[in-house]
Every structure is written in C-alpha cells, then in structure tokens.
C-alpha cells in the first residue's frame, strides 16, 4: 500500500555536478508532477506527465534541468551542472487521472549544491 | 499576475481552541482548491478540497469556506491539537482547460499548538 516514494531522500552535491532524482508513483496513477520547494515557500511547479507524455514542462527553470517518464510510471528529475540556486526540495506527486483529482505527494529529495 | 497568498504567516493557538487559516486567490477563473498540511521533512499531505460551485465543505474537524466574491479560502480546524502543528498550504488548480494540470501554491502558514 505505498505511496509515492523518491530517492535519494538527500543529496548533497558539488557545483557543477550532475544528479538525478527518482520518483515512484502511485501504481497505476496516469499524472505525475514536478515541483520544487524553497525553503520556507510554497511547492512550485515545474513539470507535467500523463503517462510517458510530458504535456507541460512550463515551470522548469533553465535547460538545465531534464524530466522524463519513458515507460509512463518511474520518473526521474535530472539537473545539469548544478548551481548553489538549484539547492530546494524536490516534490514529486501523482494523480489517479487527468482532470481535477487530488495530487499525492512524495516525501521529496533534499538537495543542497555546494 | 497569478497568485494564491496567505494572510498570516504564523499562527499560534492554545490546545482545544479553533483555528482559522486564511488564504486569498487572484485568478477568479480558478475553480478546484486544495488544503494541504506539510510536516517537517514530509511532503504535502491532503486535507480537503473544494469545487467552486459550493461555498463549504466539512471533514473531520475540518472545515472549508469558500467566498467567490472576495476570492477568498479559510481552513477551519476545530478542537486544535498538538498533532496539528504544521505549515498548511491552500492551492489553486490549474484545469486542462489551462493545457495543464498544476497547482499553484500559497506561501504558507506555519501553525503552532502550544498547551
């Protein structure tokens, strides 16, 4: 009966570096979503799925930052040469379908760039 | 622009008493909002919903209104517990008609049961 679940739950990473964030959805949802969360602000939107079609990825802040969904379940939240300002929680949740359903939230990635 | 604020960033209450978190919206267009209660370290969680066609919704020690005219939310928590002490977000939905399905979130309001 699980959630959705993310890993690494923290990464602390140099500037310049890499990384990657994995989410796992509710099994069977079709709408997965992105959003990254400042500390002491609210979440903010970044990216869109249903099922492996990323429909809005509006709110990702530079090229730097890459999401995909391939088989239509996993996801992962790939940055690129990360930046001090890249340093937030990253939220992943899901929703049964498309349309005006209840989003259910990971625990979300603490990422800190060094 | 396009915002979903909260009036009071903290808030502190005596055990037992009620609560009221307020929450104002922009975009009168919006038409499903969201209350959700984030602990430290833990994700949002769900607590109630509302469709803009009603004007309250009750659950368990819960309540939300909703005024259309003055664009305006407020979560109610009734008999506050110490369990209840948390950042609580209202957020806004963005329909497909919008080609997306986002939230956007208030800033939040930290609440604070003492005893």
């Known amino acids: 009966g699980a959630g959705v679940s993310q890993s690494p739950r923290y990464k602390v990473a140099k500037r310049g570096q890499d990384v990657a964030l994995r989410c796992d959805p509710i099994s069977g949802h079709v709408s997965l979503f992105w959003y990254q969360q400042a500390l002491g602000q609210g979440p903010e939107f970044l990216t869109y799925?249903?099922?492996?079609?990323?429909?809005?990825k509006s709110g990702l802040p530079s090229d730097r930052f890459f999401a995909e969904r391939p088989e239509g379940s996993v996801s992962t939240l790939k940055i690129q040469r990360t930046q001090q300002e890249d340093s937030a929680v990253y939220l992943c949740?899901?929703?049964?379908?498309?349309?005006?359903?209840?989003?259910?939230f990971g625990p979300g990635t603490r990422l800190l760039v060094l | 622009g396009e915002s979903v604020g909260l009036h009071l960033p903290t808030l502190s209450v005596q055990e037992g008493d009620n609560s009221i978190i307020n929450c104002a919206y922009s975009?009168?267009?919006?038409?499903?909002f969201i209350w959700y209660k984030q602990e430290s370290g833990k994700g949002p969680q769900f607590i109630i919903d509302i469709r803009s066609n009603m004007d309250k919704r009750q659950g368990q020690r819960v309540t939300v209104l909703l005024n259309k005219t003055v664009k305006h939310l407020s979560l109610q928590i009734a008999a506050t517990q110490p369990g209840d002490s948390a950042v609580y977000f209202c957020?806004?939905?963005?329909?497909?008609?919008?080609?997306?399905?986002?939230?956007?979130f208030g800033t939040g309001t930290r609440l604070q049961v003492f005893p």
């Open positions: 957020a806004e939905y963005r329909p497909p008609s919008y080609n997306t399905d986002k939230l956007i």
């Open positions: 799925f249903q099922n492996e079609a990323q429909l809005d």
């Open positions: 949740a899901s929703s049964l379908a498309a349309g005006q359903e209840t989003q259910y």
């Open positions: 975009n009168s267009a919006s038409d499903y």
